[in-house]
């Protein structure tokens, strides 16, 4: 295992001066490489995540580690997470009354809010807050522990890297993404209320129990299951770009900047699939 | 495993080779970097690999400490080849190894007790108090017990070296690698890194091995030196013996180096 743990040496480096000339890819091995790309990565992923949770069960269990990444990843995006769950909320309910109004549904208002932001807009949009603040944190955090040596210092001290940085971070995702969506959700909710019930005029009878009458048990569990799912994959993505960083400062903010982009692409598409796979259909 | 079980497991050893390297190669691609290296790292001395850049020092240092797998050759560590150890064997006899990185290398997220304290609390079934007394008593003895509270990146490049031995140490470990340890240092503090190498060696009865290209540095330290030259060795020996019979590209490097004529002279002279 200690292997696929090292970081990636450069040949040419240790070669000093005595490398022959580079010749540039071919037009076809460039497209042929860009084509292949991304399952070469997806590949990369999928190991980490065996290592990940091949490590996850064996001793020693760092109990301290994952609670100091669940407070990271968990209670810090308190805030970030409350406060675009406010607005994501406030504006829902703003459109969806004003464009209920048109065929004089309105009243739905609340059951449409509760249940998208139950199975899609609290899990999506708490992941890719989670992604932005804490996953690229993660991200220049292990890369610049991967570009100043201090992985390869883990590994000298007998050390497993993937058990001791990446196994508490993909945990705590697992747990802390669900709970920071009914965070959302709840938020959410007072948002779209506020706006539907004190700005719109909407009854807020009608408005909580349309509410309560749409949403049941299934679809909160929709959405907590996909905020695991995407909270497992935004940890991995994140720390798979730090723990292969390389090129210095410059390496890691590249680093960040893939994790980033990478994270928001995967949860969308991620979204896709695991909707279609809980309602049965649309694969 | 507890500490004292592995002290118990240690016998002491008479070979006065500590470590054995027999045609180790290494490639990455079609890049051919260690091409069949054979070195004896001596027993409680210090030993010494210097070379140009590019000789594939770094990547013999990989191998060794076991970041890397060689693709053909041994690391005969007291006998056992440490290039074919895997699993819980090879974390145990990465245990007994330690390492000082080129640019020290601390957790900055730790302060510099939990640095020193990281090992024993990761490897070792000690209570705090002992773990304290332990890290404290090895601060101490290096000079540095009045940083235990700051931050690695408040103490200077010689304190942060001084930091990453004690660390590499307080296992008591028997192997201590250096990665290229005076490199970006000013002369003054190049000065006592080669005292604590020497001073480490002396007080923890280490075999150290130095991965360096400083020729002012390896003459003041080396009690055995190994000159690389682009993947193969090609000049081992006591610095004396290697500045007496210097030829080729070794006598190329010193003369490069810059190593003063006096030097040179008072080694030849010892």
């Known amino acids: 295992m200690a292997d696929a743990t090292a970081a990636p040496v450069d040949p040419d480096r240790e ?24 399952f070469a990565e997806l590949g990369v992923l999928a190991r980490m995540l065996f290592d990940t949770l091949f490590w996850a069960v064996r001793p020693p269990y760092r109990f301290r580690l994952l609670i100091e990444a669940a407070e990271f990843i968990g209670v810090g995006s308190i805030f970030i997470v409350g406060l675009t769950g406010f607005f994501t909320g406030a504006v829902l309910g703003l459109q969806l009354v004003d464009g209920f109004r048109q065929f004089g549904a309105q009243s739905q208002t609340g059951a449409v809010v509760a249940m998208a932001m139950a199975r899609e807009i609290g899990p999506v949009f708490s992941a890719l807050m989670v992604s ?29 890297p993937i058990q001791y940085l990446i196994v508490p971070r993909v945990l705590a995702g697992i ?11 709840i938020i959410g909710m007072f948002g779209a209320y506020l706006l539907s019930v004190y700005v719109m005029g909407i009854d807020p009878g009608v408005f909580v129990g349309r509410a309560q009458w749409i949403v049941d048990v299934p679809d909160v569990v929709q959405g907590l299951i996909k905020a695991s799912i995407f909270g497992a994959t935004i940890c991995l993505i994140a720390c798979r770009q730090g723990f292969y960083a390389s090129g210095g400062a410059a390496g890691v903010g ?25 309602l049965g259909q649309g694969l | 495993m507890s500490r004292k079980k592995q002290s118990e497991e240690r016998e002491p050893n008479d070979d006065p080779v500590h470590i054995r390297i027999r045609n180790l190669h290494k490639s990455y691609g079609n890049h051919h970097v260690l091409k069949g290296i054979d070195i004896d790292v001596l027993r409680g001395k210090t030993n010494v690999v210097i070379g140009p850049s590019g000789s594939g020092k770094s990547v013999l240092m990989r191998q060794i400490i076991r970041l890397e797998k060689p693709d053909e050759g041994e690391i ?38 939990d640095n020193v304290a990281f090992p024993l609390r990761e490897h070792s079934t000690l209570s705090k108090k002992e773990i304290r007394d332990r890290v404290m008593d090895r601060l101490q003895s290096l000079g540095i017990g009045h940083a235990a509270t700051k931050w690695p990146a ?10 990453a031995v004690a660390r590499a140490t ?62 193969t060795v090609i000049a081992s020996g006591s610095p004396a013996e290697l500045l007496e019979n210097a030829t080729g590209p070794f006598m190329e490097y010193v003369e490069a180096a810059g190593v003063r004529e006096d030097l040179i002279a008072s080694r030849r002279g010892s």
């Open chain 2, 170 to 231: 307080v296992l008591e470990t028997e192997i201590l690698i250096y990665d290229e340890p005076t490199t970006g240092l000013d002369p003054m503090t190049v000065k006592t890194v080669d005292e604590l190498i020497a001073e480490t060696e002396e007080k923890f009865g280490v075999t150290s091995l130095v991965i360096s290209h400083d020729m002012a540095s390896v003459f003041r330290i080396a009690d055995r030196l190994t000159f690389l030259h682009f993947g």
């Open chain 1, 132 to 160: 932005s603040r804490a996953g690229s944190a993660m991200t220049t955090e292990i890369g610049s522990m991967r570009v100043s040596d201090q992985i390869n210092a883990l590994m000298t001290m007998a050390v497993n």
């Open chain 2, 154 to 163: 408040e103490l200077s490049g010689g304190m942060q070296r001084r930091v």
């Open chain 1, 175 to 185: 747990v802390m993404v669900p709970i920071l969506t009914m965070l959302f959700n």
């Open chain 1, 15 to 38: 070669q000093g001066g005595k490398k022959e000339e580079p010749k540039g890819p071919g037009f076809l091995e460039r497209g042929l490489e860009t084509l292949l790309s991304p």
């Open chain 1, 254 to 278: 590249r680093a960040t900047n893939r994790a980033v982009v990478h994270s928001a692409v995967a949860i969308l598409a991620l979204d896709y699939v695991v909707t279609a796979v809980v």
């Open chain 2, 76 to 113: 005969l560590v007291d006998g056992r080849d440490y290039a074919q150890l895997r699993g819980m064997e090879l974390e145990r006899t990465r245990r007994s190894m330690g390492m000082v990185f080129q640019a020290s290398a601390l957790f900055d997220s730790m302060t510099v007790f």
